[in-house]
């Protein structure tokens, strides 16, 4: 496994060539690239501005892992609109794009959220269909659609998600397991153990499930992660992609997040050999 580092812990200002040399330089191996309406890099990047961060990677020797968004939560494929499903697959389908130009193999998608005007049935017949649309540009440009587990009251369970991705039936349509974010209602040990080689990348948070909310997020080993357990895990399924942490930035001291973040992660990576 490699350790990785997400662009949002980043400021939002700091071009990503410039992001990618200080991740470098606190020593992570691989670099996940986000984008969205307002960055921090564009959703209507062009190929050569891509391309110009694809080369800055390659010239550090930094692998660019896979691109992050959030999209889905602006336009969830599970609504109930069919305008805004739409705007969901155009966004997703656009960061396959840039994914296939920055040469990583995964986009994090958020597929939507079930709520209050969204009927947990419908956002799942909603979801699939619309990943399913999204297979043909993912097999085409060899960047696999990674569905993350997120805080959206949608595909609660190892199984559903195990179950929603096979369904697709494509190896293009994979997960993106957030060990931090399972925390408060299942084991990342056995959702690792569950998912198995449908995991394509991972975001490696801790949490502690006494808070009960979003202050819950803790650093690595700081919170109600088993982490032995989840190593063991991890090795058992054979993973062998980057653990990419996922923070931001403490207040005063960005390289100080980053150097606490490397620290937890070579420790996992150590727990698992």
């Known amino acids: ?81 069919p305008t805004v499903r739409e705007k969901g697959k155009e966004a997703a389908a656009r960061t396959l794009q840039i994914a296939h130009w920055l040469g990583a193999d995964a986009v994090l998608v958020v597929p939507g959220v079930v709520d209050a005007d969204t009927p947990y049935d419908t956002a799942l017949e909603n979801a699939l269909t619309a990943i399913q649309d999204l297979i043909p540009a993912a097999e085409q440009l060899q960047v696999a ?34 060990i931090g ?30 808070a009960g909310n979003m202050d819950g997020f803790v650093m690595l080993m700081e919170g109600d992660a088993h982490w032995p357990a989840v190593a063991a895990a991890l090795k058992e399924v054979d993973y062998t992609g980057p653990l990419t942490a996922e923070y931001g930035a403490y207040r005063y001291s960005l390289d100080t997040t980053l150097r606490h973040c490397l620290t937890g992660l070579e420790a996992i990576i150590t727990m698992a050999k």
Not at 51 to 70: M, N, T, Y
Not at 157 to 168: A, G, H, K, V
């Open 145 to 178: 659609i990674a569905v993350e587990n997120v805080w959206n009251k949608f595909l609660l369970s190892p199984t559903e998600m195990r179950d929603f991705i096979d369904q697709c039936e494509s190896e293009y349509v994979a997960a993106f397991f957030d």
């Open 181 to 210: 974010n399972v925390l408060p209602y299942g084991y990342p040990e056995q959702w690792i153990r569950i998912l198995g080689r449908r995991i394509r990348k991972i975001h490696a948070k801790d949490f502690r499930v006494s």
């Open 1 to 81: 496994m490699k350790t990785g580092i997400n662009q949002w812990v980043f400021p939002p200002g700091m071009p990503a060539q410039e992001a990618l040399k200080r991740a470098k330089d606190i020593g992570f191996e691989s670099f996940e690239v986000c984008v969205g309406d307002e960055g921090p890099v564009s959703l209507d990047a062009s190929q050569r501005d891509v391309r110009v961060i694809r080369h800055e990677a390659e010239k550090l020797g930094i692998e660019v892992s896979s691109v992050g968004s959030g999209m889905g939560w602006k336009y969830p494929m599970t609504s109930t609109d």
